[in-house]
Structures are given as structure tokens and as C-alpha cells.
């Protein structure tokens, strides 16, 4: 379990444990570092979204969630990955906005006239939502849906996804500063090394 | 711990030498240049960083461009194309200290073959490969002062060319990949050993051990335990007072005089200001397409077809070396992602055999690359799902129990893979962009994909559930960037001498991936800082003796 990964207590007992008093003879620097990955891992989440409506913010969060799903843990939705989009489509993403928001805008007509009275993506059922993306993954908008549900699972907090490391978690990445071996199974086992 | 840079020259100062780049070669003759007595002046297109604001950040290395250069770079695979931005990309660091803040730190040297495989084997049709004019001989000590100055930590291996020290630092600690892969390739009847690696595996140099955070390929090391030439020789060049390092100054040209000899260059400085700097003498270490731009941007009515290119070879004979990937599936967790890169490589199929019916050989190792979103964008085997329930299910089973094999190949100098300036494209500055003609050499692809096969029989051997992993294909995408301007004693055949002078314009030196003759097996720095070490040496003689 990944507790405070950038605490500046967990990195000091790291050290200490390994042996690296080199490092302890500039706190300085320790703290610049950390303070730098702290930054990463601690920015609060946003009330509410800042670039998206409501109703496109909860249709997209809807459609991440069938692609990396909660069915057996933590999935897109817990990791907040359209916190990730709404935040990028203030800056880097900003040019892509009006094609995003067509692109939900006819996904919702699409869904309306496969289940008639349907107004919002995010009240589809998982099973729907499957079907429904089924017929999306030849389409344009599929591509682009997955490499940002993807982004904004896996990348670093500080990019507005990955709330708790929801995503490092679920693959089982640690971020951490420092490692020391054995890192894993086949070079913890003595007749393995050499 | 870093040296502050104590010197700052004048625009009106004519200083000793200007050395243009930062990076493994130009960090190096900065280092010697300067603590030799010299004043050097190191013109940086890159910002400065400091250690503790690099960062653990995929999305912004991997993704957003990070650390490596944004300028424009068009492709074509032959020259009856039209080459298009998008089509290929150069991957190279733009900051202080260049590409050997972002290496993956393998650090190979060559072998005794390596220099001499034009005259052993004879030509190669489709080819032109030479003999370098200096040999293995000539560069081992300077490969050791790379050992020892820079910080390389590894074990002899059976392969391994003459040493005239041993190693300063014992290999990294072995990853679960390094352990499978030695068990697969010993299965094999293969020899594997540890990865010699420009990482420190313990205090050197006043430098801390490797923290084994897992972040070097692509990524600077915040504890700079990576031997970078920002982590090692730039301080000690500022130190001696006699070097400044000016970041954020962006080359765009050579100036000569009219008896031909290099006086200074031209700059766009950090405020977009356009500058001249004199010097006695200049360096060129921009990287092997950089370079032979600069050379190219520098032509004039003394020198039409750009300087320093009597010979019509500055950007031609490109090489970049076979990459390939393997990836093999597991069934316990070998975490990767904690530990640097690499452990273990091998070298049973470096010569070339007449046997394969192909010329070319290369080194594998074992290798993290797949980071969290590179993973779940690409990194599972063909024809799994790619959303959904079972690929969240696959994800979470995969991602700690997978491996990389990658194989590292020869590039043949062929004459029309080059470096050449686009007629249409242009950079930020209005000045041509980077026009790169590429198609590796056939047998470079036979080659590749004869790795392919090694790689997928070692996973396979060391008892992967699942291999996989693309076949060999013409490459569009390099990191190594080498023989643009290549050494030789012909200047009707070669760019620089064995001193890295230019054979046209005597206060001129290349040194850096251009100036290599031939490839080697696809790890390139460690030889690119060997030269540097010796060229500084060099060119420090030829000034002390007025021979510039």
C-alpha cells in the first residue's frame, strides 16, 4: 500500500535503512526534491469542472469507466481520469475542446436513437455502455476517448487524474525515490542470482 | 554539490574556443579544454536544470516532449519523396548537458572489429564502410579516463575487448529481468553478463549510488547518480574559472574569414536577441544531425556547399542503429519499474558471420520500458482487448510480470541516408529544418530481425507464459545519431582528421556521434565521451604548440 511515497520522513527512514548517510548531510536538497514530488502527488481535487459542463463532464467520466472499469477494483471513475481532460482542455488540450464536446453531443444522439429517451451517456447501464462502445471503436472520437482515459488514470496526479494513485495502484507501480533489491520475485530467490 | 559557474565572458572577449553543445562529447572537451589552460566558452541551445527539478513525470517526458528538442524534423525514406514533419522523429535532449542527461545509461565500448571491419570483411554492397583511422588501441585509454572520470559501473564479460584497468564500480544490482535473462541465454548455451552502465552502483566522484528509483531512460536523475556530463565534467570545467556554460543560445552559424578560417559563430540568445561570439577556435558537439546542420546552415561564398564540406559527405552516411523489442510474460512479479533500466546484456552475436548469409551482429539486453501509460496504451500482447473488463484485468495482471528483451544492431553507412536542410520547413528562427533521408540497409534489417528471434528464444527459455513482439521493419525513429561528418585521413572521404580537425577550416573540430565511422552494436556513448576525452587532449596540444 502506497501510504505518502514523497513524506520526508518516509524518505529519511528509506535512507537511513539503506545505509545512505551521504544523502542525509543535504537536507536541503532532500527537501527541494520532495517538496517538488509532493506537489505531484497532493493537488486537490476540483469541486467541479472547470472546463467541461456537467452533463459532458459526467457522459465522458461514464464512458472512461467501461474502458479501464471498477468491476474489480478501483477503475478510470475512481481515479477521477476526466478530471484529467477537463483540466488539459484549459491549456495543452484547449484546440480540441469544440471537436470533444460535438463529439459527446453526437455520441449522445447516437445513444438516444438506439434506446429511445436516452438524454445523458451517464444514465446507460455498464451493459449499454458496452454495447454502445462496441460500435464506437471503429469511430473517430474512440481512439482519442481511450488514450486520454488512459492519461488520466496512469499519469502523475499533478495532471488532475490518478486521484490516490488509484492507477499506480491498480497496476502495481510504486512511486517511491528510492528502491532497494530484491525488487522482485526471480531476483529475491537465491538460486536466481549470480 | 554543484560548482557554480564562475565565468562570464564579453560578447566583444575573443575566447580560446567555443565549443557548441553540451552533451557527452561537448561536456567532455569543455572539461579538458578548460582545465587545460584554455578559456571555453559552451554555447547551450537548451535551458540549465538543476538536479532537483527533474522529474518522476511519464506524461510530461514520454508524451509532452520533456526534456528533448521540439524543432522541427522532416522524413523521407529516399530521395525521390517529399520529406514530412511527422513521418520520422529524431529523439535528442535540449538542455545542459545534452542527451546524456536523459541516456538510458548503457555504455558499451567498441571492439577491436569495430575499427577495422572495412579492411577485414571488404565491402558490403549498397554500402560504404570504412576503416576508422584510429584503432581500439588508440581509444582504450580514453575509454578508461570514461570509466573512471565519468563513472561507468560493470564486470568483465568473455566478449569484452582489452581493459587496461578494471572497472571503478562493481555492476548494479541485478533485476528480476537480469536474472531471467541470464537463465534463458545460459539455457541457451549463451554467455550473459552484467550491463556495463554509466550509473554509479556506489559513491564515485563525490557522486551517490544509484537510488534505484527507476527513472533514467528518458528521465534526468534528480540524484545524480547518472553519469551525465551536467552531473560530472561541467562542474569541474566552471570551476576552473575558465568556462562559462551559456544556456538557451541557439547556433545558427559558423563565421569564417576570407582566408577560410573559423572566427566565431552567429546565436540567437534566452531573449531571442541575435549575437556573435569570436573565438581562436570552434568546436562543433551538437549531435550527429546538429552538427552537420550547423555545417550546412554555415555555407557561404568561400564554402557553397556549407562548411567544412569539400568532400560533399556533411550529413550523409547516417546512422542510427538497429533497435528491436521483445517482451515475454511471467508468472510471478519482477516490478520493473523499481531499479535502473538494465542489468544484463550479451554479446555472443556481435561479429558478423558469413554464416547468416548477412552482413551485421549486435548486443540484447534486458530492459524496463514500458512506464504506466506507454504500458496500457501498447505494452500488451497482440489481439488482447484494449478496453473494457479484460483489459483492466490484464493490466493489472501484466504490468509487474513483464520483461523487455531489446536487441541493438549495426547501421550500415549508406550514402543516401543523411542529414540534409528541407527547402520548404522551417524552424521557429525562419532558418531550414532538419531533413533526415533514411532507409536502413537490407541486411541492417535481416539483422535486426535476427535479434528478434534471439530475444524471443531467451524469454522463451527463461519459461515466459507469453512472448511476443514486432518483426523487423525500416526504422523512423533514432536516438543514436551517428556519421554525419565521419573521421578519416581522405578528405576527399571524410569530414575531420583523426584529431577531429576539419580537413577544409583548421580552427574548426567536430566531435561528437558524427565524427564515428562506423556504428558499432548500438550503443554509441560510451565511445562518443572516449573520443571527446582524446580530441580535448589533442586539440589542447595543437594550441599550446600554435599549431591551430
Known sequence: MLTDPTSRRAFLAAAGAAGMTWLLSDLGAIDEALAHAGHAASLPRPAEFVNLSAADGADIEALMSRIITSDDGPGAKEAGAVYFLDKALGTFMAPQKDGIVAAIAEMRKQAAAKWPGTTSLAALTPAQLDEFLKGQEEGPAFGQLRFVTIVGTFANPSWGGNKDLVGWKLLGHEMKPMFQPPFGYYDAQPQGRS | ????????????????????????????????????????????????????????????????????????????????????????????????????????????????????????????????????????????????????????SGAPGPFDPPRSRPYPMPPLPVKSSGVLFERGARKLGWHPQPAPMAINSRAHNNRPPCQQCGYCMLFGCEYGAKSSSLATVIPIAEATGRCEVRPESYVTRVETDDRGRATGVVYFDAQGREQRQRAKAVVLSCNGAETARLLLLSSSSRFPQGLANSSGTVGKYLMLNGNTTAMGQFEHPLNEHKGAQVTRMLWDFYETDPKRGFYGGGGMDARYQTWPIVFALSGLPPNSPQWGREYTRLLREYYTRQMTVAGHTTSLPVETNSVSLDPTVKDERGLPAMRITYTDHADDVKTMQFMVDRSKQILEAAGAKQVWGPDAQVQNFAAHLLGTCRMGKDPRTSVVNSDHRSHDVPNLFLCDGSSMVTSGRGQPTMTIMALAFRAGERISNLARRGEI
Open chain 2, 1 to 152: 554539490m554543484q560548482a557554480r559557474p564562475t565565468r562570464r565572458f564579453a560578447l566583444t572577449e575573443e575566447v580560446d574556443f567555443i565549443v557548441v553543445g553540451s552533451g557527452s562529447a561537448g561536456g567532455i572537451l569543455a572539461k579538458e579544454l578548460s582545465t587545460a589552460g584554455h578559456s571555453v566558452l559552451v554555447l547551450e541551445q537548451g535551458p540549465r536544470l538543476q538536479q532537483s527539478q527533474f522529474e518522476h513525470d511519464e506524461y510530461k517526458h514520454v508524451f509532452q516532449g520533456g526534456i528533448t528538442s521540439n524543432r522541427p524534423v522532416t522524413w523521407r525514406r529516399s530521395a525521390d519523396q517529399e520529406a514530412r514533419t511527422g513521418d520520422g522523429q529524431l529523439l535528442y535532449a535540449s538542455l545542459v548537458g545534452g542527451s546524456s542527461v536523459h541516456f538510458t545509461a548503457n555504455f558499451w565500448r567498441l571492439r577491436e572489429i569495430d575499427f577495422i571491419e572495412a579492411s577485414r570483411i571488404g565491402g558490403v554492397p549498397g554500402a560504404n564502410l570504412m576503416d576508422w583511422p584510429i584503432t581500439y588501441q588508440d581509444l582504450e585509454p580514453y575509454y578508461t579516463k570514461v570509466d573512471w572520470e565519468i563513472g561507468v
